[in-house]
């Protein structure tokens, strides 16, 4: 398995707090990525990183912003949490994006962290 | 429409059956599909790839169908162990946009 984890694996803050969760990779795969999972949604992504310092934003950003001074870690930053932000956050890694056909692209998760905001 | 789609269940079946999910997607421009595993409280991964021409592993087989914008997995002689949450994802070409669906449950029963 892929060397990545996530911390910390459970959360519970007010709101109002910052937060901020780790994603760490030994894997030295270029691309990262911040998910989170929520009843009825799915996996929607939030923010990821195609190299250090190289960011964008996802579907659910708002109320987000993310980090990579360095290739194996990636922070998560809820500036000032909200109930709304309640959730399983899955952290994830890729040696490419896009189609692939030596499979590259495909995804491996963290065993995620899950916060609850109070 | 939601871009990908799937039937939330709960499949309940019994042990040795063969069971079947669907996964229809809205974006013709897709060009990467995978079976995702998830289990109860714990991080997804990868079950199989979806080839265009289909592909087996074991007891699983995944088929697309590009014309109907569909991707399906098969489940033969289900195991317990098979009770889990199957996620379809898809992937444009060229493009960082990964598109989970919101997964099947499958249940497999004694």
């Known amino acids: 398995d892929a060397g990545i984890t996530q911390s910390p694996r459970h959360k519970v803050t007010e709101t109002g707090t910052p937060v901020t969760l780790r994603c760490h990779q030994t894997?030295?795969?270029?691309?990262m990525y911040w998910y989170r999972q929520d009843p009825g949604h799915g996996l929607r992504l939030i923010h990821y990183?195609?190299?250090?310092?190289?960011?964008d934003k996802g579907e659910v950003s708002d109320g987000y912003s993310v980090s990579r001074s360095k290739t194996e870690d990636f922070l998560l930053t809820l500036e000032s949490a909200t109930s709304s932000q309640t959730s399983v956050y899955f952290c994830?890694?890729?040696?490419?994006?896009?189609?692939?056909?030596?499979?590259?692209?495909?995804?491996?998760f963290g065993a995620g962290s899950r916060l609850t905001v109070l | 429409r939601k871009e990908v789609e799937q039937d939330p269940g709960p499949f309940n079946v019994p042990e040795g059956a063969t069971v079947a999910f669907n996964c229809t997607y809205s974006?013709?421009?897709?060009?990467?599909f995978f079976w995702y595993r998830q289990d109860c409280r714990k991080e997804p991964k990868l079950l199989m790839s979806?080839?265009?021409s289909g592909n087996e592993d074991g007891r699983f087989t995944a088929q697309l169908n590009r014309a109907s914008q569909y991707i399906s997995l098969l489940i033969r002689d289900s195991k317990l162990s098979d009770s889990a949450t199957y996620l379809c994802?898809?992937?444009?070409?060229?493009?960082?946009?990964?598109?989970f669906g919101t997964g099947t449950k499958l249940q497999v029963i004694p």
């Open positions: 994830a890694i890729s040696e490419s994006a896009g189609s692939s056909i030596s499979g590259a692209n495909v995804l491996t």
């Open positions: 979806v080839y265009s």
């Open positions: 974006n013709s421009a897709s060009q990467s």
């Open positions: 990183s195609y190299g250090v310092k190289d960011t």
């Open positions: 894997e030295n795969h270029r691309y």
């Open positions: 994802v898809v992937n444009m070409r060229g493009y960082q946009k990964v598109t």
